[in-house]
């Protein structure tokens, strides 16, 4: 069974940074993809980041280019979530997520979820 748990969420002031971790197990990952998504109180889910497990490729939403910055640790089966100069509309429940297969941002495409931690950037 898979199991994604993030952690790293916390409150932060605007321009500040977090990170964020995704201990990933129940499977071998080597041929998934690890997303992170949010979901801000009233809004759709929205995709932040995704990196392939096998070969490190990335693709970023165009709003955290530049800002945030996604890794991975193969020994520790963890995914990270950089993130720096955050800004307050980007408070919001941080998610983790798995799909096979090569990278996508579509939420309902992500196989597996994480619990989510919240975000919060004050002004």
Known sequence: QVQLVESGGGLV??????????????????????????????????FVAAIRWSGGSLY??????????????????????????????ETAVYYCAAKAGYLGSVYHTYEHWGQGTQVTVSS
């Open 60 to 89: 970023y939403a165009d709003s955290v280019k530049g800002r945030f910055t996604i890794s991975r640790d193969n020994a520790k089966n963890t995914v990270y979530l950089q993130m720096n100069t955050l800004k307050p509309e």
């Open 13 to 46: 002031q605007a321009g500040g940074s977090l990170r964020l971790s995704c201990a990933a197990s129940g499977r071998a990952f080597s041929s998934y993809t690890m997303g992170w998504f949010r979901q801000a109180p009233g809004k759709e889910r929205e």
